[in-house]
């Protein structure tokens, strides 16, 4: 989830700013707050706010800075034409303190846009992520209507009218006049807050730097130029307003490559393939599926097993690194991600993924308990066995049971999730099944089986 708020976030900020750099050819307008803000409405479905800007378009590199720049939601002020300079300030979805362009002037000439180098300063994002997955800065997205000044006819119900196809018409690569080249583009001082309503919760983005370097976009030959790589790091924190708490808190720094639009479609659709590192400073808390966990591996105590000192929560104790895809629907996992918690480890298995916008998951998760841990697990489930099975077929029955849920010398633990992730449903796997279950029921047909085997082993090693 944290790298889809990301990476949607970034690529707003950099069609905003660059809505008026591609549309707006004419250099010697462009000191003109009122003009590049009419650029970027003529463009986007949203109104536009500058504070200030200022040009040197004859130096080399020529330079544009950009003060107070804004994005929200469109609005009369637009409609009915109002100049920006006659219009009420106001706090858009979308604000960036300062932006410094430097762009190579003789490209533009061929309708290419060469930028040396482009600084976007405390940036700020807030959206809404709506239960059907899409969110409340998609609407800025959108090619600005063709239609103005007109007021639409009401439907039978009186209240508004229908939604023509060009109001669902997404913004395409083509809505891009020129192709776009950049070295290096920095966001610096990131924030992004957005809220989940399918799962009442909010993710904070805060502190973030983003650096995208290798930029090549082409709107005519997205297969070969629709790419640009990025490094980014941030503080990155998840809260649940239904239970007033913080479930983690992490601190993240990575890489990636990044594309901007579908190829087929020509959508503005980006991908992302990154890996990343969470730092030792984070940590992770009251998170709905590791409270499920804890659960039922505490069931092991109602049958003789002391499962003190399990910690599935608390701070990181080293840093740890993964991999993973992300677009607008899902975030899926292409390597293990390993969180140290003191000497025990959970572990995020490759190939789970998470919708944040539909509040659906399905993880696969291991608990790999310490050395220690391990040992003092035989031994209890060894004095069960005594119990159930017998003194002379419990050790092989140990055996038996431990290897489906060990791996070397360290307890290993499975579990699934799936569903709400506010309100996971959460099951324990082993090869006998849910391991609680089987300790339970000493008269169950898995006990039975794992008796017969630890007999059978046992007249093996007597020579019977």
């Known amino acids: 989830m944290k790298r889809v708020v990301i990476t949607l976030g970034i690529l707003i900020v950099l069609l905003a700013v660059g809505a008026w750099l591609t549309v707006s050819l004419s250099v010697g307008r462009f000191a003109d707050s ?7 409405e003529s463009t986007f479905n949203c109104r536009a706010q500058i504070g200030d800007v200022k040009l040197n378009a004859y130096s080399a590199p020529a330079r544009m800075e950009i003060v107070g720049l804004a994005f929200g939601p469109r609005d009369e002020t637009v409609e009915k034409g109002i100049l920006p300079s006659q219009r009420q300030p106001f706090a858009g979805s979308i604000s ?20 040396t180098n482009l600084q976007v300063e405390r940036p700020t994002a807030e959206l809404r992520i709506f239960d059907d997955g ?9 090619p600005a209507p063709k239609r103005s000044n007109k007021t639409a006819a009401p439907t039978d119900e009186g209240t508004k009218a229908p939604k023509s196809s060009e109001d669902d018409r997404q913004f395409l690569a083509t809505d891009i006049p020129i192709s776009a080249i950049a070295e290096r583009m920095a966001i610096e001082d990131l924030t992004v807050q957005a809220t989940v309503e399918k799962s009442n919760t909010t993710v904070q983005l805060h502190r973030g730097v983003v650096v995208f370097r290798d930029i090549d976009l082409d709107p005519n030959s ?20 239904e239970h007033n708490l913080r479930y983690l808190d992490l601190s993240l720094e990575g890489n990636g490559d990044i594309q901007p639009f579908n190829v087929d479609s020509a959508q503005l659709d980006p991908s992302l393939s990154a890996s990343v590192t969470v730092k030792r ?5 009251a998170l709905p599926l590791l409270d499920e966990m804890e659960d039922l591996i505490k ?11 399990v910690r599935l929560r608390g701070d990181f104790s080293e840093d740890t690194t993964a991999s993973f895809n992300a677009n607008r629907q899902e975030l899926r996992m292409t390597t293990d991600f390993m969180v140290p918690i003191d ?10 993924w998470v919708n944040a916008g539909k509040n659906d998951h399905q993880f696969f998760v291991t608990f790999l308990g310490s050395e220690k841990l391990t040992r003092k697990i035989e031994t209890e489930v060894t004095k069960f066995l005594e119990k159930n099975v017998g003194e002379l077929a419990a050790i092989p029955a140990r055996e038996a049971l431990m290897s489906t849920v060990k791996k070397r010398d360290f307890l290993v633990l499975r579990f699934k999730s799936t569903g709400d992730v506010g309100d996971p449903d959460v099951t324990a796997i082993t090869p006998f099944g849910d391991i609680a279950d089987l300790l339970k ?12 085997t630890a007999k059978s082993l046992l007249d093996s090693l007597l020579g019977n």
């Not at 009122?34 to 970027?40: A, E, F, G, S, T």
């Not at 899409?134 to 959108?142: A, G, I, M, Q, R």
């Not at 400073?281 to 808390?285: A, E, M, T, V, Y």
Request: glycine content about 4%.
């Open 441 to 452: 029921n000493p008269k169950s047909d898995t006990m039975k089986s794992l008796e017969d």
């Open 299 to 309: 069931q092991l105590e109602n049958y003789g097993v002391d499962m003190e000192g």
């Open 343 to 352: 000497e025990n480890f959970v572990v995020l298995e490759q190939g789970s």
């Open 222 to 241: 997205l297969t070969e130029h629709n790419s640009a790589k990025m490094e980014f790091s941030a503080w990155l924190g998840i809260d649940s307003f």
């Open 134 to 142: 899409t969110n409340s800065l998609d609407d800025l997205l959108k």
């Open 96 to 115: 960036i303190d300062y932006v410094m362009l430097e762009l190579d002037r003789m490209p533009l000439f061929q309708r290419k846009l060469v930028v």
């Open 34 to 40: 009122d003009y590049l803000v009419r650029q970027i």
């Open 281 to 285: 400073d984070s940590w992770i808390d």
